[in-house]
């Protein structure tokens, strides 16, 4: 039985749903298995950095959308509207490979 290690990414999920991006479609797109897509927003696994940059040019987020969307427990706090939210330094350094600064 599997066992979530992170919290299920709920916002990317309904994000995903908005768009009408299937999660086999989504995976094609980012270059991992429909599988690993699916542990990563269950809260399975964690996803890696190289993976988050590569969903935020598909699913074509702002900067200071990216902890609204990939780390709602520990990074950003409860407001709703992602505009409203900080940018944390660890992820500043996410932004500057993105060249989006």
Known sequence: MKV???QELERLKKLLQKKHLSYRKLAK???ISTDALNNKLNGYSV???NEVERLAE???LRPEEINFYFFPSC???QQKEPMEQAILPEIVLLHE???VF
């Open 47 to 49: 996803f890696k950095s």
């Open 4 to 6: 979530k290690k992170y």
């Open 29 to 31: 797109l980012i270059a």
């Open 97 to 99: 490979r993105m060249h």
């Open 75 to 77: 990074c950003v706090s």
């Open 58 to 60: 598909v699913l074509q």
